[in-house]
């Protein structure tokens, strides 16, 4: 195993990240455990200045589970979810396609789902810190000959022989412009009966809703120990690197593009979760 970048770093947490994998082994879970040991996220804390646009870079890896849990309502119960679903739509022979797979915390799910079953996982990510995480996390696993990671855009990949892709908050990181055409991918590369899981941030058409949104956002993330200023200088790097669209605005993209039968399944204030099914 190779060791956790910051060993001499006190500020060490796994207790939320064995919360994700309480299904594991015993065995399983020490490894993991010790793999995913790691600083608490203050990247925004204490620096003064503008901050630099957000990157999904080293910093960001290293501290990105604990980001995850303090700044995603219910990703635990989403992963989970997505990952059950995945598993009661995966058709035999073909693929799972997880596009923005990060340091791998879906496809580790879906791996604990499939378990004693033959599948196919094709996680993408343009990060390569991120992939090499994930990658570090499969040595433990012995599902892992069944999973491909590419570190690359995923605009640039091709979808085949899909019945499950997942886009879980990354869709909101690719240009406006750029995801319809993302999204006719998926649904060309999906077989009949497949399905698009996709989780984004969103905003509200009505200002006073919107309004309403990112207050009770905001009181989520001062109730999970962020300070008003990292709360300010996040939102400051994320501008114009993260865009929202609102859900109307996905709804039709996704019938643009073929979809026909979807549904909301998840629901937090400004985070919303949606099922596409393939006809
Ligand atoms: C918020 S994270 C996704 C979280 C992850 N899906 C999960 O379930 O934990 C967004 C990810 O999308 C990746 N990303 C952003 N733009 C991308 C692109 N054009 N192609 C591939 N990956 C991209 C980032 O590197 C980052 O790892």
């Not at 790691?38 to 503008?50: L, P, S, V």
């Not at 996390?137 to 997942?166: M, P, Y």
């Not at 990181?173 to 497949?194: E, T």
């Not at 300070?227 to 993209?253: C, G, M, N, W, Y």
């Amino acid at each position: 195993m190779n060791p956790p970048e910051s060993r001499d770093n006190k500020a060490w947490k796994t207790a939320a990240v064995l919360h994700f994998y309480s299904k594991w082994d015993k065995e399983s879970k020490i490894l993991i455990a010790m793999e995913y040991q790691m600083e608490r996220d203050r990247i925004f804390a204490g620096k003064k200045g503008k901050p630099e646009p957000f990157k999904f870079n080293r910093e960001v890896a290293r501290v990105f589970d604990d980001m995850l849990n303090r700044s995603v309502p219910l990703y635990g119960e989403s992963i989970r979810r997505q990952a059950e679903l995945a598993s009661a739509y995966y058709q035999e022979k073909s693929r799972i396609y997880d596009l923005g797979c990060s340091n791998g915390n879906l496809g580790l799910s879906i791996m604990d789902q499939m378990k004693g079953r033959e599948f196919s996982l094709i996680g993408v990510d343009s990060s390569f810190p991120m992939i090499e995480k994930y990658n570090r996390q499969l040595a433990h696993k012995t599902e892992s000959a069944s999973v491909c990671l590419i570190c690359g855009f995923l605009e640039d990949i091709q979808i085949k022989n899909a019945s499950v892709v997942l886009i879980n908050l990354t869709l909101q990181f690719i240009a406006p412009q750029k995801r319809d055409a993302v999204l006719a991918a998926v649904f060309n590369g999906l077989n009949s009966g497949g399905i698009l899981l996709l989780t984004e941030k969103t905003i509200h058409r009505e200002k006073s809703l919107n309004d309403l949104e990112i207050r009770f956002y905001k009181k989520f993330k001062l109730e999970n120990g962020y300070s008003e200023l990292e709360i300010s200088r996040k939102r400051e790097a994320l501008e114009k690197v993260l865009v929202p669209d609102t859900i109307e605005t996905h709804q039709k993209r996704l019938e643009r593009v073929g979809f026909k039968t979807m549904e909301i399944w998840l629901k937090w204030f400004n985070f919303a979760s949606f099922i596409a099914v393939k006809p």
